[in-house]
């Protein structure tokens, strides 16, 4: 059945596949975005829904208390809340705050402003991520190998949020804004139940339009300036996050989730499993000969450290019935886009 939906941060890399997938379903979105600049261009990428099953909020703001409150109303009212709109941009962020403030305010001010003004609401989804699962101080390999599963948090103090890396910014951003929200359902005693999605990595082809590689999001601007963008003889990256998802299968999980009744309640990882930098170089070696001279070889045919933590996705197959795309569909049809771009750019 058609719902009414909100989606915040519509016009990202993430959004932008799930507004995709709800409008192809049939349901009626409201996109909230920034500016007014960003809503135009949402439109533009979906110009046969636009005015007929999509509308836009714009809210300047999301840290400002009260920020949602208009952008939340309806008239026929809402049901459903998808908020994925997060700061995941390192070139865009000057101090950890920069992290944590949006992540946690917004997060808190979203679900205040449905529980007031859009009491009709029954589920909210919240883009989390595996940055709130996982123990990065921990050794990434032991034998046998960790796996992570929904019981786990990961254990950054708010003080380390706030000195350490950027990392620890971005990673605390999501476990305190993760935890924000099951408490807020827990002692606000709202309308709606939660679900919380915690993907790992997410790479995979853009749907929304952006006029250079520059404006790429940040898990596939580093798939672009190290395997993309690099050169044969270059050392090969280090794995970084090993684990990962296509963002096509993230998409249709926050569907899934915003509509399932048996999901109420959960926090599920989404995560197709184990993906190597010498696999990602492999794979786009071997299917495309135009990157033979851009992407770093390595040593081919290498594999993947067995030890390494991994994270259980079994109750998302269970529950959501996820099945994941191959690190083929994923990688190759990123990096033909990748070029694409490029070359519009020169043009
Ligand atoms: P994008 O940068 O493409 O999209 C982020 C979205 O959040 C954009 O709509 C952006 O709006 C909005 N946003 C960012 N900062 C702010 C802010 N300070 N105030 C208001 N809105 C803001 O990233 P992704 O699509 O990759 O990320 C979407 C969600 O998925 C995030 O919650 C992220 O943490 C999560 N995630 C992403 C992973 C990945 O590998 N990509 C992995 C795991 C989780 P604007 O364009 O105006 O900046």
């Known amino acids: 059945m058609s719902k009414r939906i909100i989606l915040t941060g519509a016009n990202g890399f993430v959004g932008s596949h799930i507004l995709s997938r709800l ?16 809503a135009s261009q949402v439109a533009a990428d979906f110009p046969d829904y636009d005015g007929q099953h999509l509308d836009f909020g714009i809210v300047p703001d999301i840290t400002t208390p009260g920020a949602f409150n208009e952008a939340v109303k309806s008239s026929p009212p809402f049901d459903i809340l998808i908020h994925t709109a997060s700061p995941f941009l390192y070139g865009a962020v000057s101090n950890n705050l920069d992290f944590l403030d949006p992540a946690i305010k917004g997060t808190l001010e979203v679900l205040k402003a449905v529980k007031e003004f859009a009491p009709s609401v ?10 709130a699962v996982i123990n990065f101080a921990a050794p990434f390999a032991s ?16 003080e380390k949020a706030l000195t350490g890396p950027a990392n620890n910014g971005y990673q605390a951003s999501k476990k305190f804004a993760e935890q924000a929200a099951w408490d807020f359902v827990q ?21 929304h339009s952006i006029a250079s590689v520059k404006q790429l999001n940040e898990s596939n601007l580093r798939i672009y300036n190290l395997f993309v963008n690099s050169k044969e003889d270059a050392e ?9 998802t296509d963002v096509r299968d993230i998409a249709l999980a926050h569907v899934k989730a915003a509509t399932i009744p048996e999901a109420s309640g959960q926090r599920f990882i989404i995560c197709a499993g184990h993906v190597s930098s010498q696999e990602i170089s492999d794979i786009l070696r071997k299917s495309m000969p135009e990157l033979k001279s851009r992407t770093p070889k390595g040593t081919p045919g290498a594999k993947v450290d067995p030890k ?5 996705s079994e109750k998302a197959k269970k529950v959501l019935g996820l099945t994941y ?10 990096a033909k886009q990748l ?9």
Request: aromatic share 8%.
């Open 23 to 38: 409008l192809a379903a049939g349901h009626s979105v409201r996109s909230i975005v920034r500016s007014q600049a960003k």
């Open 122 to 131: 029954m589920r909210v989804v919240l883009t989390s991520s595996c940055a």
């Open 143 to 158: 034998d046998p190998p960790k796996v992570y599963t929904e019981e786990d948090w990961n254990p950054i103090t708010w």
């Open 187 to 207: 002692k606000g005693k709202p309308n709606f139940d939660l679900v919380t999605l915690t993907p790992p990595m997410i790479y995979g082809p853009l749907r």
């Open 236 to 244: 090969l990256p280090p794995n970084g996050l090993h684990i990962y």
């Open 308 to 312: 390494l933590f991994t994270a259980s």
């Open 325 to 334: 795309k191959t690190k083929e569909e994923t990688f190759v049809e990123l």
């Open 339 to 347: 070029l694409e771009i490029e070359r519009n750019e020169k043009v």
